[in-house]
């Protein structure tokens, strides 16, 4: 499995980013896949940012993404998107996309998104 994020960068407080996740090369069909974003800033542990079941119709945010955080798939695609509005210095971090089926997850290489004026 193969995950290539994209769409990070440098943000001032309050804007927005649209991070995207190609996924490519699943043993099984990638709408059959939860996928996800994690990010993890220095000196912390990954912390779970959002997660979406195969086929979109239910999502799952960590607390402090909630209202501003949107995420989404294309399973025609095989896309992942995390929407980040309202960002906050305290979201700097590297964007990691995942996907998971059964006991088995992937990792992307991350994408580092800096929120600073």
């Known amino acids: 499995v193969q995950l290539v994020e994209s769409g990070g960068g440098l943000v001032q407080p309050g804007g927005s980013l649209r991070l995207s996740c190609a996924a490519s090369?699943?043993?099984?069909?990638?709408?059959?896949?939860?996928m996800g974003w994690y990010r993890q800033a220095p000196g912390k542990a990954r912390e779970l940012v959002a997660t979406i079941t195969p086929s979109g119709g239910s999502t799952n945010y960590a607390d402090s993404m909630k209202g501003r955080f949107t995420i989404s798939r294309d399973n025609a695609k095989n896309q992942v998107y995390l929407q980040m509005n309202s960002l906050k210095p305290e979201d700097t971090a590297v964007y990691y996309c995942?996907?998971?089926?059964?006991?088995?997850?992937?990792w992307g290489q991350g994408t580092q998104v800096t929120v600073s004026s």
């Open positions: 090369g699943f043993t099984f069909t990638f709408s059959s896949y939860d």
């Open positions: 995942y996907a998971a089926r059964g006991s088995v997850a992937s």
